[in-house]
């Protein structure tokens, strides 16, 4: 049976993460849990997972369309502070160039619950 992402993903949103100048238990913990949900839910679309690169406290990476070759890049932000918006509501997307295309396309930002469905559209 299938693991719930989306409601891992509701208990991460919970979280208040704790600050570290190393990556903490919880923060991989996160970062497995995002990985898999990513995993699931490209297996559901055209896109391709083809870089995830888990940074301190972010994660960013890049979906590749299998239709017509578009990059998008993504970044969840640093999850230990919510200045004025939580990391679950704001995860930045942009069409790149390439998978190493950092400045790409403008910002757009949706919930981590809609990020590939939104990534794929985009990149049609």
């Known amino acids: ?18 600050s570290s100048s190393g990556k903490t238990e919880e923060f991989k913990s996160f970062v497995r849990t995002v990985r898999s949900y990513l995993k699931q839910e490209v297996d559901k679309s055209n896109l391709q997972l083809v870089k995830f690169n888990v940074g301190h406290f972010y994660i960013s990476g890049f979906f590749w ?5 578009r990059y998008v890049y993504f970044n969840i932000g640093d999850v230990r502070w919510h200045l004025g918006s939580h990391w679950a509501d704001s995860v930045l997307y942009r069409i790149a160039n390439n998978d190493r295309d950092f400045t ?21």
């Open 1 to 18: 049976m299938a693991k719930d992402y989306i409601k891992a993903l509701q208990n991460w949103r919970s979280t208040e993460f704790k």
């Open 65 to 69: 369309n299998k239709l017509n070759g």
């Open 104 to 124: 790409g396309g403008s910002n757009r930002y949706t919930k981590i619950e809609n990020l590939v469905q939104d990534a794929e559209a985009w990149s049609m």
